[in-house]
């Protein structure tokens, strides 16, 4: 359960996570859907599982590693073209 404003918008959505203004009455509404078992709220905890996991920290490692790869072999390639 989240506000539905800032920064946790860039992660969190309504398949995976229960967002409401930021205002107590639909905090409160969020909150109740949010622990009433069904297959809804399995279906959104098991989406929210597989998007925390992209957060990992060995998936992060990977991604940063891929971009420093990048720039290692765009730097390679110019260095190339250039002698």
């Known amino acids: 359960m989240a506000p539905r404003a800032g920064g946790v918008l860039t992660y969190a959505d309504d398949g995976n996570a229960w967002l409401a203004e930021p205002v107590p009455w639909a905090m409160a509404a969020a909150l109740s859907a949010a622990v009433t078992r069904g297959v809804v709220r399995d279906r959104r905890v098991a989406r929210a599982r ?7 920290w060995r998936q992060v490692c990977r991604g940063i590693f891929r971009v420093y790869d990048t720039i ?11 002698v």
């Open 50 to 56: 597989r998007q925390a996991e992209t957060f990992d």
């Open 72 to 82: 290692h072999d765009d730097r390679l390639k110019f260095a190339v073209e250039s």
